[in-house]
Every structure is written in structure tokens, then in C-alpha cells.
């Protein structure tokens, strides 16, 4: 496609239960990030992605929150053991390379997590 | 790290009318984003300006990267002008600064 897609656009979970949130980038695309935004807020970092590995994961709250890219396109985000404050609009984000100058960031329509 | 201050925090005009968003950022950057992020929640890019001035129909921008700010110019509003605008940095470590936003009003 031409643009960030994300799916699905609405996920709604019991607390406790497991979910994983996925993104395709623009295609060609080498870097890949994950945004968390709640109600009223910007957006939050979560991690990012250049190629298969993940360059900075210093944004994901702990360690029930993990990303994967294993071929260096599709990403997926899981949530282990959710809470409802895990609640929020998960964005994910591509660009055509890493380099600070050259970082213009394109973003999916987001996943809308509700965590009962 | 940066901060990033954006102003006004609310702005409610009639259509028609011209508004100008300031985005202010405490240390040189490489790369600055402009977005709006319609009622739906999309955020759209509307410039990738680190300097100079550019336009793209009713909508301009202006970073002055040596005095830290940039604008961002709307003529001419719509009510689909409607939404949140955010600016965002780009830090050293290659993750978006955001803003606090400008949540824009557009009255018919």
C-alpha cells in the first residue's frame, strides 16, 4: 500500500489477557516506530526499529511490552498480562532511513487498545 | 533533553479567518515535523521543515532553526481545518519530540 497501515484498528481485551498489534510500513521503508498516545496527550515513544533489530527500546514502560520485525518489514507489538492502563492509541510510524537529517516520519491510522 | 512549547494551547476562530501556531524548541535540531491530527485521530504530515519556509496550498510554515521556533501559517480556515496541530524534534537519539499541540477550532 501507499501509506503506514496498522491492524486492527480496534482491539478490545479483558485485563490480563495477551494482544499483539501489527504494522506494515511504507514499503522500502528501513526504519519502523512504535508511539503510544493516550486521550488529550502527544504521542509517546515506545521503541524503534532499523532493519530487523531494535535500535532503542528505552520507551517501552516494562517488560510486558515487546516488539518484533523478524524480516525487517511487518512489526508487531505484544502486550503480556494487560491492565486498563494499557488503554490508549497505539501508533506506529516508518521512515526511509534513520539518519537525524534525513527522518521525515510517516504514521498509521493507529490501533485503539481497550483494556476492561 | 529538548523541549519542545507550543502556543497558543487552544485557538477557536470563525471560517475564514488566518492563524498563525508558534513552535518553540530549546536546543538546534536537524529535523523538525509539522501534523495535524484530524478528529479521527489520523495524524497527517504537513511539512518536514528543519529551515526555511515552505507552502502547500492555505498552508505554510517558517522554521528559523537559529533562533529556535517555527510557524506555522493557516489562510483562509475551513471548518475541516479542524483538530489538533503538533510539532515535533527529532532528538540525537532518533526518537520525536512532540509538543503539547495547538487544538484548532474552526467555527462555521
Known amino acids: 500500500g501507499a501509506g503506514v497501515s496498522q491492524t486492527p484498528s480496534n482491539k478490545v481485551t479483558e485485563k490480563g489477557k495477551y494482544v499483539e498489534l501489527r504494522c506494515d510500513p511504507i514499503?522500502?521503508?528501513?526504519?519502523l516506530y512504535w508511539y503510544r498516545q493516550s486521550l488529550g496527550q502527544g504521542p509517546e515513544f515506545l521503541i524503534y526499529?532499523?532493519?530487523?533489530?531494535?535500535?532503542?527500546d528505552s520507551g517501552l514502560p516494562n517488560d510486558r511490552f515487546f516488539a518484533v520485525r523478524p524480516e525487517g518489514s511487518v512489526s508487531t507489538l505484544k502486550i503480556q498480562r494487560t491492565e486498563r492502563g494499557d488503554s490508549a492509541v497505539y501508533l506506529c510510524?516508518?521512515?526511509?532511513?534513520?539518519?537525524?537529517?534525513?527522518?521525515?516520519?510517516?504514521f498509521g491510522p493507529g490501533t485503539r487498545l481497550t483494556v476492561l | 533533553g529538548i523541549q519542545v512549547e507550543q502556543s497558543p494551547p487552544d485557538l477557536i476562530l470563525q471560517e475564514g479567518a488566518n492563524s498563525t501556531l508558534r513552535c518553540n524548541f530549546s536546543?538546534?535540531?536537524?529535523?523538525l515535523q509539522w501534523f495535524h491530527q484530524n478528529p479521527w485521530g489520523q495524524l497527517i504530515n504537513l511539512f518536514y521543515?528543519?529551515?526555511?519556509?515552505k507552502q502547500n496550498g492555505r498552508l505554510s510554515a517558517t522554521t528559523v532553526a537559529t533562533e529556535r521556533y517555527s510557524l506555522l501559517y493557516i489562510s483562509s480556515s475551513q471548518t475541516t481545518d479542524s483538530g489538533v496541530y503538533f510539532c515535533?524534534?527529532?532528538?540525537?537519539?532518533?526518537?520525536?519530540?512532540w509538543g503539547a499541540g495547538t487544538k484548532l477550532i474552526i467555527k462555521p
Open positions: 510510524a516508518s521512515s526511509a532511513r534513520l539518519a537525524v537529517a534525513y527522518n521525515e516520519q510517516f
Open positions: 514499503s522500502g521503508h528501513t526504519a
Open positions: 526499529f532499523q532493519g530487523t533489530g531494535a535500535a532503542d
Open positions: 536546543d538546534s535540531v536537524n529535523n
Open positions: 521543515i528543519p529551515s526555511g519556509t
Open positions: 515535533a524534534v527529532i532528538d540525537s537519539n532518533y526518537q520525536l519530540i
